[in-house]
């Protein structure tokens, strides 16, 4: 059984960082990729960043320059380094892998 586990959301000021991370078990991170979206309130989902099995990655238009997504396979996590944060990155963070999804992570981003 798949299992992800978000962590490391809360509440910044523009312009802060938050590292958030995302904690699998059941899959093999080597041979799976791994997603986060975001969702606002009242708003879609919008796909952030992905990282593959073998480390390739891929980012939304207003993640790129600001966000970075990495892995460790051996301790089965993948983190997303969020720098440079705005108001409009307030969502609630998922990562999604093998057709699981985690509970979550909220970022607020405020002054």
């Known amino acids: 059984q798949v299992q992800l586990v978000e962590s490391g959301g809360g509440s910044v000021q523009p312009g802060g960082s938050l590292r958030l991370a995302c904690a699998a078990s059941?899959?093999?991170?080597?041979?799976?990729?791994v997603i986060w979206y975001r969702q606002a309130p009242g708003k879609e989902r919008d796909l952030v960043a992905t990282?593959?099995?073998?480390?390739?990655?891929y980012y939304a238009n207003f993640a790129k320059g600001r966000f970075t997504v990495s892995k460790d396979n051996a301790k089965s996590t993948v983190w997303l380094q969020m720098n440079n944060l705005a108001p409009e990155d307030t969502a609630v963070y998922y990562c999604?892998?093998?057709?699981?999804r985690g509970k979550g992570t909220p970022v607020t981003v405020s002054s």
């Open positions: 059941g899959v093999t991170l080597s041979t799976n990729a």
């Open positions: 999604f892998a093998a057709g699981a």
């Open positions: 990282i593959g099995p073998t480390g390739g990655t």
